[in-house]
């Protein structure tokens, strides 16, 4: 089964970085579209960033773009994503998901339509000064 743990979060001041990993297991890592989402305090999920299995073509919620990069090393199963230049309003805890995850409300649905629930424990990143 479908198994991810994220790690790399804490706290850092605006204008910092951060890196999370995810390293996943139980599926050909390699073949798969992997993403990372994030639940600000008392919101919803919100997709954040997806990349293609070969690492090739990679996508961004808008507000992240030219601040975040994604990367993937498929020798070590592990999705990175690389947080410049952080704001507060990018406090939130983060998750990675297999495949192509887009969100609304609560829940994120993979392609096909059907509910992503193969979450792992998260990493915690807070922005504050």
């Known amino acids: 089964q479908v198994q991810v743990v994220e790690s790399g979060g804490g706290l850092v001041q605006p204008g910092g970085s951060l890196r999370l990993s995810c390293v996943a297991s139980g599926f050909t890592f390699s073949n798969a579209t992997m993403s990372w989402v994030r639940q600000k305090p008392g919101k919803g999920l919100e997709w954040v960033a997806d990349i293609k299995s070969r690492g090739d073509r990679s996508y961004y919620k808008d507000s992240v773009k030219g601040r975040f990069t994604i990367s993937r090393d498929n020798a070590k199963n592990t999705v990175y994503l690389q947080m410049n230049s952080l704001h507060p309003a990018d406090t939130a805890v983060y998750y990675c998901?297999?495949?192509?995850?887009?969100?609304?409300?609560?829940?994120?649905?993979?392609?096909?339509?059907?509910?992503?629930?193969?979450w792992g424990p998260g990493t915690q990143v807070a922005v504050s000064a």
């Open positions: 998901g297999k495949g192509q995850l887009r969100c609304s409300g609560i829940d994120c649905f993979a392609a096909g339509g059907y509910r992503y629930d193969d």
